[in-house]
């Protein structure tokens, strides 16, 4: 599992990336996949090209996800921000996840409304704490974090590292104090290579508004040149209202544009049955339980990509963002 520096989209809620550098990162939550429910479990609280491989030039691997991040609004609540990885394959990796405010807010991103002091906790598969963080230098690992150039800009943001083994792990981003406003979710993978650890499921829930408050989520596919992978790609409102999730103040009508690399919007939907892989989504059993609710399917090369999650006709709420890999 390999991180890389690609475009991201930070800047004025555009529906296209933005000309700016900035790490993507690793996010998810914590549902057991069934049917059409949400990949992940919904807690009450709380480069632009493929790296480089080994194999030989006459044999093209599947290309496979390697990082997301997510821009979002962190309310309190159900309206924090939740994200996680699932970490798939054999062994451990360190990973280093950083919730940023301050950083967006200054040039040359300038996100209106950001959260001004997020705190972050890690909690893994069993439901128990691993790490929480408020301001990143009073972490154990902080010296260690400054040295590798993971520090954020800002005294006041959030960063842990902590070592995982195969399973779900969910980032919590809320704000000291109660504090509200957009934030930055990254994660890092600090191996350099020939790890046999990969990510599943990918998801991310958080307060979707209008302007710099739509959720914005990126992620790089990683492969040889000529490989290609299968994602499916969910916005969910209305499902995670009903039981078992019960979230309060969910998004009635989510709409979902995708962007790839070159700026390029590669598919909006509004009702996932109007999209144009609707039977894709049906077949593979990926169809969201409502029809407002949005998905779409698409095969992927190595680059990276956005997701756009805002409100037909100008709605806000609470929505949970998924990306598959099929």
Same mark, same amino acid.
């Given at each position: 599992m390999l991180f890389y520096q690609a475009k991201q989209a930070l800047t004025g809620g555009s529906h296209s990336l933005s000309t700016t550098t900035q790490w993507l &990162?690793?996010?998810?939550?914590?549902? /057991?996949?069934? @049917?059409? &429910? /949400?990949? #992940? +479990?919904? $807690?009450?609280s709380a480069p632009t090209e493929a !790296? /480089? =491989?080994t194999t $030989? $030039?006459? &044999?093209? +691997? #599947?290309?496979? *996800?390697?990082?997301l991040s997510t821009r979002g609004y962190v309310g309190t609540g159900d309206s924090q921000m939740i994200a996680g990885f699932i970490v798939t394959g054999t062994g451990t990796t360190t990973v280093t996840i950083r919730a940023l405010g301050p950083t967006i807010a200054a040039a040359p991103y300038n996100v209106a409304g950001t959260i001004s002091d997020p705190s972050l906790t890690i909690v893994d598969g069993t439901g128990s704490v691993v790490a929480s963080n408020d301001n990143w230098a009073d972490y154990p690992s902080a010296s260690e974090i400054q040295s590798d150039g993971r520090s954020p800009s800002n005294a006041s943001e959030a960063v842990v590292r902590i070592s995982v083994t195969p399973g779900n792990y969910t980032a919590i981003v809320s704000g000291a104090g109660g504090v509200t406003g957009v934030a *930055?979710? #990254?994660v890092y993978d600090e191996a350099t290579g020939g790890s046999s650890i990969e990510l599943g499921n990918l998801s991310t829930? !958080?307060?979707? @508004? =209008? @302007?710099d408050s739509q959720m914005i989520a990126g992620f790089i596919v990683a492969g040889d040149t000529g490989s290609t992978s299968t994602v499916t790609i969910r916005a969910l409102g209305p499902t995670i209202a009903a039981a078992p999730y019960n979230v309060s103040g969910t998004i009635a009508d989510p709409f979902l544009t995708i962007v790839d690399g070159t700026g390029s919007v590669v598919a909006s939907v509004d009702n996932w049955e109007s999209s144009t892989s609707a039977s894709a989504i049906s077949s593979s059993g990926r169809n969201p339980g409502n029809t407002v609710e949005s998905a779409h399917q698409l095969s992927v090369s190595p680059g990276n990509y956005t997701a756009i999650i805002s409100g037909a006709g100008g709605v806000t709420g609470v929505s949970l963002v998924e990306v598959y890999k099929e």
């Open positions: &990162a690793v996010v998810s939550s914590d549902i /057991p996949n069934s @049917g059409n &429910a /949400p990949s #992940e +479990s919904v $807690p009450d !790296a /480089p =491989t $030989p $030039p006459d &044999a093209v +691997s #599947e290309a496979t *996800l390697s990082n *930055l979710v #990254e829930r !958080a307060f979707v @508004g =209008t @302007g």
